[in-house]
């Protein structure tokens, strides 16, 4: 155990938490690393300080963490902040772990006292604790030192490091894909203190599953196979949309901003494709019931996702919305996005919406319609997981899922007028048109009544944006 290393943190304590509390970049980074476990994962914490944020948002999150710290104090601290997760008094030179043990491990500034003998042992350490298909994320200060006196939040401390380009190299050498390298500054919040600059690399071991189960392709247990295409009828879509937040227009339009060859797979109304052509100049949507024009910023061609009707590689990026449940086939559909992606090109990206786990909107349709009708439930997660798959064994394996909050608004005046018009506007959704239609309505009249009366004028209508790319440094 180094006690030299601890000592200025047992003298810090709960100030060395105040003073990079705010870090952007290691929020930015456990957002990134989120986006990618699978649900239930194991992360180790090496350096853990007080636990936060790093610790408290990954056991938040329901992952199972382990944290490490040489400081006593604060393993002390960390455990009475964070007891969802649990902390060992350790210097990680000596940690015992077994070999492919954590999906992750994250290491925020665990070096800066560490002599350059020590630190590509350690490095080779981590690395071996990650497993296939796992990920490590690690921050430094680049410092191209060894031994350097300085004094850091008041303490004398003995400083070594490596130039920022060292970390990244070190970790594609040692057989990482490293998709993240990036130096950035950040004055902490103590006195005296001034800009320090800081390197954070993402990296992911290759192999493993082809795509890990994330908690937002639940509910778990999935189903073994794909219910079977939903009908899209404009008529059932188009009084729901209008009553649709669409809080996931301009998160998609986000997602491919950096795009300029953009498709939009079951473009429908049109409204995402409006959002992504005014980001990018264009796009263009395929869509069985369009026919080909050319409008204003907006291509429309006839043509299913089993059979999309471009080249391989015609675009940079392509768009599937709330479009999965109608496919006849959802392997070939999703291959065949793969297809007409160019996933050569350094920005290429596939962006996938379905309904979250916790939706209330599926649930309600699920338990009260699918029965009426006869048919099994829709499972946005299973589509989800299943189009992970598919895109991992074509070479787009870097995949991260978000929530994307919606509401279905009801904002008339008597609840009964609510719950009236919300078991229409559900039973229309995916059932228009059925024989059982009048049933499901008056069935869906009862559920929602008691949701109505305590005053809620909204359904929760979460998404789940998926976004999968080939394993490459970001642009």
């Given at each position: 155990?180094d006690?030299?290393a601890?000592?200025?943190?047992?003298?810090?304590?709960e100030?060395?938490?105040?003073a990079?509390?705010?870090l952007?970049?290691?929020?930015a980074?456990?957002?990134w690393?989120?986006?990618?476990l699978?649900?239930?994962a194991?992360?180790?914490d090496?350096?853990?300080g007080?636990?936060?944020?790093?610790?408290a948002r990954?056991?938040?999150a329901?992952?199972?963490?382990?944290?490490?710290d040489?400081?006593?104090?604060m393993v002390?601290?960390a455990?009475?902040q964070?007891?969802g997760?649990?902390f060992?008094?350790?210097?990680?030179?000596?940690f015992?772990?077994?070999?492919?043990?954590?999906?992750?491990?994250?290491a925020?500034?665990p070096f800066?006292q560490?002599?350059?003998r020590?630190l590509?042992r350690v490095?080779?350490r981590?690395i071996?604790?990650?497993?296939?298909?796992?990920?490590?994320l690690l921050?430094?200060?680049?410092?191209?030192?060894?031994?350097?006196?300085?004094t850091?939040?008041?303490q004398?401390?003995?400083?070594s490091?490596l130039?920022a380009?060292?970390?990244?190299?070190r970790?594609?050498?040692?057989?990482?894909t490293?998709?993240?390298?990036r130096?950035s500054?950040?004055v902490p919040?103590?006195?005296g203190?001034?800009?320090e600059?800081?390197?954070?690399?993402y990296?992911?071991?290759?192999g493993g599953?082809?795509?890990?189960a994330?908690?937002?392709?639940?509910?778990?247990?999935?189903?073994?196979?794909h219910?079977?295409?939903?009908?899209?009828?404009p008529?059932?879509?188009?009084?729901?949309?209008?009553?649709?937040?669409?809080?996931?227009?301009?998160?998609?339009?986000?997602a491919v901003a950096g795009?300029?060859?953009?498709?939009?797979?079951?473009?429908?109304?049109?409204?995402i494709a409006?959002?992504i052509?005014?980001r990018?100049g264009?796009?263009?949507?395929?869509?069985p019931?369009v026919?080909?024009v050319t409008?204003k910023?907006l291509?429309?061609?006839p043509?299913?996702?089993?059979?999309l009707?471009f080249r391989?590689?015609?675009?940079?990026?392509?768009?599937?919305?709330?479009?999965l449940?109608?496919a006849?086939?959802?392997?070939?559909?999703?291959?065949?996005?793969a297809r007409?992606?160019d996933?050569a090109?350094?920005?290429?990206?596939?962006?996938v919406?379905?309904?979250?786990?916790?939706?209330q909107?599926t649930?309600l349709?699920?338990e009260?319609c699918?029965?009426i009708?006869?048919?099994p439930p829709?499972?946005?997660?299973f589509?989800l997981?299943?189009?992970?798959?598919?895109l991992?064994?074509?070479?787009y394996?870097?995949?991260?899922?978000r929530?994307?909050?919606?509401?279905?608004?009801?904002?008339?005046?008597?609840?009964?007028?609510?719950?009236?018009?919300?078991?229409?506007t559900?039973?229309?959704?995916w059932?228009?048109?059925?024989?059982?239609?009048?049933?499901?309505?008056?069935?869906l009249?009862?559920?929602?009544?008691?949701?109505?009366?305590?005053g809620a004028?909204?359904?929760?209508a979460?998404?789940?944006?998926?976004t999968?790319?080939?394993?490459r440094?970001?642009?």
């Open positions: 155990m006690h030299t601890a000592r200025p943190f047992d003298a810090l304590g100030r060395y938490e105040r990079y509390g705010h952007r970049e290691r929020h980074a456990l957002d690393l989120c986006a990618r699978p649900a239930g194991r992360v180790l090496v350096g853990c007080t636990g936060r944020p790093a610790a990954l056991a938040a329901g992952f199972g963490v382990t944290g490490i040489v400081s006593a104090t002390q601290i455990a009475r964070v007891p997760a649990r060992h008094h350790a210097d990680v030179r000596d015992a772990a077994e070999p492919g043990g954590y999906d992750a491990v994250v925020f500034f800066l560490m002599p350059r020590d590509d490095l080779a981590m071996s604790w990650v497993a296939p298909g796992g990920h490590l921050a430094a200060v680049p410092l191209d030192a060894e031994d350097r006196a300085i850091w939040l008041g004398p401390v003995r400083a490091g130039p380009p060292a970390y990244a190299e970790l594609t050498a040692a057989g990482l490293v998709l993240h390298a130096v500054e950040f919040d103590y006195p203190m001034g800009p600059r800081h390197v954070f690399c990296a992911r071991r290759p599953p082809p795509a890990p994330h908690e937002l392709c639940g509910p778990h247990p999935l189903p073994e196979r219910r079977g295409p939903l009908p899209y009828v008529a059932g879509w188009l009084p729901f949309e209008r009553r649709l937040d669409r809080g996931d227009v301009h998160v998609v339009a986000n795009n300029t060859r953009v498709l939009d797979v079951g473009g429908g109304s049109g409204t409006r959002a052509a005014a990018t264009d796009c263009v949507i395929v869509d019931g026919e080909a409008l910023q291509q429309l061609t043509g299913r996702a089993e059979r009707p391989d590689g015609a675009f940079d990026a392509v768009v599937a919305a709330w479009t449940h109608h006849d086939d959802l392997v070939t559909s999703v291959a065949e996005m007409v992606c996933a090109h350094p920005a290429a990206r596939i962006v919406v379905q309904g979250a786990p916790d939706s909107v649930a349709i699920n009260v699918a029965p009708a006869g048919e829709s499972h946005q997660g589509l997981g299943r189009a992970a798959t598919v991992s064994r074509h070479g394996t870097d995949v991260a899922f929530r994307v909050p919606l509401n279905v608004r009801f904002p008339e005046r008597e609840p009964s007028q609510r719950a009236g018009l919300a078991a229409e559900l039973a229309s959704l059932y228009h048109g059925h024989p059982r239609h009048r049933q499901m309505r008056k069935a009249v009862q559920r929602t009544r008691e949701h109505f009366a305590g004028t909204t359904l929760r979460d998404g789940v944006m998926m999968a790319r080939p394993p440094l970001d642009p």
